[in-house]
């Protein structure tokens, strides 16, 4: 455990900055996709458009003390933003305890990266190649510098296979249903996670990722999930036949799954590799 600073400073300084990283995470989630300035104007209610006063932005106490409504036109604040705010606070206080520092950081960042993309993927079937393909250098780099128990080489195998693997099954889905069954944004992102984890991390997302994707995918299409972009989604169906509603056809995005695969991963590594690898 490292708690270098006295009476627990650091790790209540690790909680807030998660916090702090969360909220912002949400801005990005819901501006990045709208080709929004991540950075002005000031952070707005996305119902009534109105700035928020400073005070009502404080992250986790603001929702909470407003009990999860806008203040000025009383719309419901998405659930989503106390999620990610006090889960990577949790995230940040936990990397801080259980990690040295530098691999608490290459890990934390990979955490907030995963949140972003969990939140456009789900809302709009899509992963921006600026948070994956910048990420995958970045995870390189802190494997190699930061993360021991990753390491370059592990890096490269898992940068190589996360992409590759990904890219093969969604090639020959297409090949055998002649439609996409994988988006080239899971292949990035998983390239990503390889990056920051490693082919044993690429082998945890691909493979628990799948096992609650199947069953989120199925409570998805039950619940009648769609997209919520207007952008439509491949091929425009033509076939009266093709119309019937069928569970195995939903478009049911990936990337959120794999995130929260990867997540785990990046939290637990030691216990999981000794559970599931046997280290």
Not at 105 to 121: K, M
Not at 255 to 266: D, E, H, I, Q, R
Request: glycine share 14%; aromatic share 14%; charged share 10%.
């Amino acid at each position: 455990m490292t708690l270098d600073l006295p009476g627990g400073i650091g790790a209540a300084l690790a909680f807030l900055l998660g916090a702090s990283v969360g909220s912002f995470v949400c801005v990005i989630g819901y501006r990045l996709p709208r080709d929004l300035s991540i950075v002005t104007p000031r952070s707005f209610c996305e119902s009534c458009e109105r700035a928020i006063p400073w005070w009502a932005n404080i992250p986790i106490l603001a929702y909470l003390g407003l009990r999860g409504r806008c203040l000025m036109c009383g719309a419901p604040i998405p659930f989503r933003h106390f999620l990610a705010e006090f889960g990577l606070a949790i995230s940040a206080l936990y990397l801080y305890l259980a990690f040295p520092i530098p691999d608490a950081i290459a890990r934390f960042v990979l955490c907030a990266a995963l949140w972003v993309v969990a939140i456009i993927d789900y809302d709009w079937r899509l992963i921006p190649n600026i948070i994956t393909w910048p990420g995958t250098l970045v995870g390189f780099i802190a494997a190699s510098l930061m993360m021991p128990e990753v390491g370059w080489k592990s890096s490269l195998i898992g940068i190589a296979l996360g992409g590759g693997v990904l890219y093969g099954t969604g090639y020959f889905y297409q090949l055998v249903r002649g439609r996409e069954g994988v988006g080239l944004g899971d292949v990035w992102l998983l390239g990503m996670v390889g990056g920051f984890l490693g082919w044993p991390g690429v082998f945890f997302t691909l493979f628990f990722g799948s096992v609650i994707g199947a069953i989120g995918g199925i409570a998805f299409a039950l619940s009648g999930g769609g997209a919520t972009s207007p952008a439509p989604l491949g091929d425009p169906v033509t076939d009266p036949e093709e119309a019937d509603v069928s569970i195995l056809r939903t478009e049911v995005p990936f990337g959120p799954y794999l995130a929260l695969a990867a997540g785990v991963f990046a939290l637990f590594q030691p216990q999981v590799t000794r559970w599931y690898l046997g280290g």
